[in-house]
């Protein structure tokens, strides 16, 4: 059978402990999607209190398209989250949206703390846990203390 993985995050901003994980999946599935979600207003709540410029769902998918150009097995969806209540209200509406942009999923990427949840509502699909310490560094520190994790940030994005 075909491994199809999928990544979810909001990835705000990619840096890269993700590109370390989306660069094991890669080797690890025959196609994987990334799942960029996008919940406009609580993105911008998110980085209004960091401080942080908000970035579209749309430019973050454009970094990640540049930087795995030319790899074929990668995909990169955006997942529109508004209208949805926040994690972890609404998982049955965010299931069915998840299964539309990825219909055959059959291997879940995702931090420990996520387990139940993915065997809960993709039971179809292997749970496969990330090492998210494995490059110290997390999205909210990258936002919050900015040039102090630059170098975290990938490629792609310091420009912008």
């Given amino acids: 059978m075909k491994k199809i993985g999928a990544f979810v995050g909001k ?15 890669i080797k690890f599935c ?19 209190r960091d401080n942080f410029p908000c970035i579209s769902a749309e430019l973050r998918k454009k970094w990640f398209e540049k930087h795995y150009a030319g790899i074929k097995n990668v995909h990169f969806v955006i997942l529109n989250e ?13 299931t069915v949206k998840f299964n539309e942009l ?3 999923a ?6 420990e703390s996520y387990r139940k949840f ?6 179809q699909c292997k749970f ?14 990258i936002r919050q203390e ?8 990938i490629p792609e994005a310091k420009a912008d």
């Fill in 118 to 123: 993915n065997e809960k509502y993709f039971p």
């Fill in 30 to 48: 025959d196609e994987l999607y990334v799942v960029i979600s996008e919940h406009k207003s609580k993105n911008e709540a998110i980085c209004k």
């Fill in 146 to 153: 900015p040039h102090k994790y630059m170098e975290y940030i």
């Fill in 102 to 104: 990825v219909p055959n």
């Fill in 82 to 94: 508004g209208g949805l209540k926040a994690y972890p209200d609404d998982l049955d509406k965010w």
């Fill in 11 to 25: 990835f705000l901003p990619p840096h890269i402990g993700h590109l370390s994980v989306i660069d094991n999946a």
């Fill in 128 to 141: 496969v846990p990330i090492e998210r310490d494995k490059i110290p560094v997390h999205s909210t520190n």
């Fill in 106 to 111: 059959n291997i879940k990427l995702a931090d």
